[in-house]
């Protein structure tokens, strides 16, 4: 078993060695052969090459909700079994991490606090008027995906004191209901969202889910913030609503490109951050906290164990 280098949780590993050796990439000397499973984060691309030199692997863990790191059907043809977080979902309500980041970057985007720090810190200016944006209070939230995070978003917009609809096809009734969220077609939701969060999960009937049409729809001036995979939204069309002034901001944790490097500068929202548009860009970081990296990676360890021990 091989587990990430760093800052992996004691009691994760202390879980995992309860069926067998634990060995830890960079920092233990292991044969290839010995390993049934492998433990990995969003670090690594998992393909057959990954998987190549591991010819009894059973079962590979990956405390991450999304596989979009995963190609699935690589491990389908090695016989490996795939254990995220998905298995472990409702004791994953009160981790919150991601939803917090999704805050932050609607604060940060909205008020423009990265140019404005930078316009103090780096050119030595006070140009208070320079920044003068929107009060959140005033905004209207657009919530694209009613899950553990979206639900959490939607608590955080109430007290600010923002009127809050969501689209999900996929949830009951009963959860807009006790959200006290207004269910919206997502066109609808579209046109009426000053501010619109993804917080979907991607599946491959929902690839490009907000394409250039249903962007063109929201209201001049809006914001669009996407913290769950960036294959759910035409960064394209988002780049050139920014850059002709239609949006006001975007800001994303995810793109498309994220997991090959050698693409990552042509992505169109990181050129169009470079050239000075209100873009922000973070490398998936969403649920990068200890508190919650230490959670999950205990969760997902006490079910990987069990499954692997029956």
Not at 106 to 120: D, F, I, K, N, Y
Not at 274 to 299: K, Q, S
């Amino acid at each position: 078993m091989i587990v990430e280098s760093g800052g992996y949780s004691p009691a994760a590993l202390e879980t995992y060695s309860s069926i067998g050796p634990v060995w830890r990439s960079g920092i233990d000397q292991f044969d290839p052969r010995d390993i049934v499973c492998l433990v990995v984060r969003l670090a690594h691309y998992v393909d057959g090459d990954f998987l190549e030199p591991f010819p009894n692997l059973l079962a590979l863990a990956s405390p991450t909700t999304g596989v979009t790191h995963m190609d699935m059907q690589a491990c389908d043809r090695k016989g490996v079994r795939v254990f995220t977080l998905r298995d472990c979902m409702p004791k994953l309500e009160k981790i919150t991490s991601t939803a917090e980041h999704a805050l932050c970057l609607m604060l940060s985007l909205v008020r423009r606090l990265p140019q404005a720090h930078s316009s103090t810190i780096e050119r030595g200016e006070w140009n208070r008027d320079e920044f003068c944006s929107r009060q959140l209070s005033s905004l209207r939230l657009g919530i694209v995906g009613l899950g553990r995070i979206g639900r959490w978003m939607t608590r955080y917009a109430r007290a600010i004191g923002m009127d809050v609809a969501a689209h999900d096809p996929h949830v009951a009734p009963a959860v807009f209901e006790s959200e006290r969220v207004s269910s919206l077609p997502l066109d609808q939701l579209c046109r009426r969202s000053d501010v619109l969060t993804i917080h979907a999960d991607l599946r491959s009937d929902n690839v490009s889910l907000l394409d250039s049409g249903l962007l063109d729809l929201l209201p001049d001036d809006a914001y669009l913030i996407n913290t769950s995979r960036g294959e759910l939204m035409d960064e394209e069309a988002a780049a050139r609503m920014v850059r002709d002034s239609k949006l006001a901001g975007v800001a994303v944790d995810v793109l498309r490109s994220e997991h090959d490097s050698r693409n990552l500068a042509d992505s169109p929202l990181i050129r169009a951050a470079r050239d000075g548009f209100n873009v922000l860009v973070t490398p998936h970081i969403g649920g990068c906290t200890t508190d919650a990296m230490r959670e999950t990676e205990d969760l997902l360890a006490q079910v990987v164990v069990e499954a692997l021990s029956r």
